[in-house]
């Protein structure tokens, strides 16, 4: 019998498919969710838990070694408003002070705790470097919001446990994020590339970050902040020509101008005007190997 995981935020595009990713590899599943009296589709267990209200049910701790936490509201959902951005940080941080307050207080023998980033830790710019894990936290919004997050987790380290933080770059997979949005437009031919083209699009495909959970569970002797990107560093043009491709299109569209993004989504457009590049060098010295290292790959066989 393999070990018992509680996971926050597995209601969301990567939860959904890290439960029963999780339960095929044997292990046993704790689910925390702010739904009521939802539904299992396998043999998790889920367990009601409302952070405003700062309330858990402590039963999901019950025989917990690892807790993997996915919990954050979505970055690019809607408008950057103040009250969306304050959403946004308080979805990540309250989660994890209320997960921590909990293990802290009634003592839970915890060991591990994974815990999700992202790599707009680096700042929304477009520059000839290439980040590694030692790289200065940039200074927009997403930057702010993905150092508050990792200084939540790593409080978790105070308790003893093990913590993982991995910054994970765009997640591609067919039932959420940049593909669900953008692969119906590609359908059609249009050109889904934005200003320049030039900014750089880091990149995982799901099955890859779904087998870097379970890698990171039973590697225990790994802790630390990982850059989780393919080693691929493709262009948002890449991008746009790769997906027309993998649907036998072609564009003769314009990118959609860098002004009319900025309309259109205010603050919240520089996250789609900019991007650098990611090292990924020190998950792959783990020994962890990517099955889709390169955008083709992924977008030939979606998932």
């Known amino acids: ?107 839970f023998p915890v060991k591990t705790l994974l815990s999700a980033s992202g790599v707009g830790y680096y700042g929304a710019e477009t520059s000839i470097t290439i980040f590694n894990e030692e790289g200065l936290p940039g200074r927009d919004f997403l930057a702010s919001v993905c150092q508050k997050w990792e200084e939540a987790a790593q409080k978790f380290s105070s308790l003893g446990m093990r913590t993982v933080i991995l910054r994970q770059g765009v997640v591609l997979g067919t039932e959420g994020g940049i593909y669900k949005r953008l692969a119906p437009l590609a359908k059609n031919g249009i050109n889904v590339s934005v200003g320049s083209g030039r900014q750089f699009l880091p990149w995982v495909d799901i099955r890859d970050l779904l087998r870097i959970y379970e890698f990171m569970i039973r590697n225990v002797e790994l802790n630390g902040i990982f850059n989780v990107a393919a080693s691929e560093h493709i262009s948002m043009n890449d991008f746009s020509k790769t997906l027309l491709t993998s649907f036998n299109k072609t564009s003769f569209l314009p990118n959609a101008p860098a002004w009319l993004m900025k309309i259109m989504y205010g603050e919240m457009a520089n996250m789609l005007l900019h991007g650098s590049r990611v090292n990924n060098q020190k998950i792959k010295e783990t020994g962890f190997q990517f099955d889709f290292d390169n955008l083709e790959a992924s977008l030939s066989s979606p998932s």
């Open 1 to 107: 019998m393999k070990e018992k995981i509680l996971i926050a935020g597995g209601t969301g595009f990567i939860g959904k498919r890290l439960i029963p990713f999780l339960a095929n590899q044997g292990y046993s599943l704790h689910v925390l969710t702010r739904r009521k009296n939802l539904q299992p589709i396998g043999e998790e267990r889920y367990f009601h838990w409302d952070v405003q209200q700062e309330q858990i049910d402590m039963d999901a701790f019950e025989g917990v070694n690892t807790l993997i936490n996915l919990t954050g509201a979505g970055i690019g959902d809607r408008r950057w408003t103040e009250r969306r951005k304050k959403e946004i940080i308080d979805s990540r941080v309250k989660s994890l002070e209320l997960l921590y307050q909990s293990i802290q207080q009634r003592k």
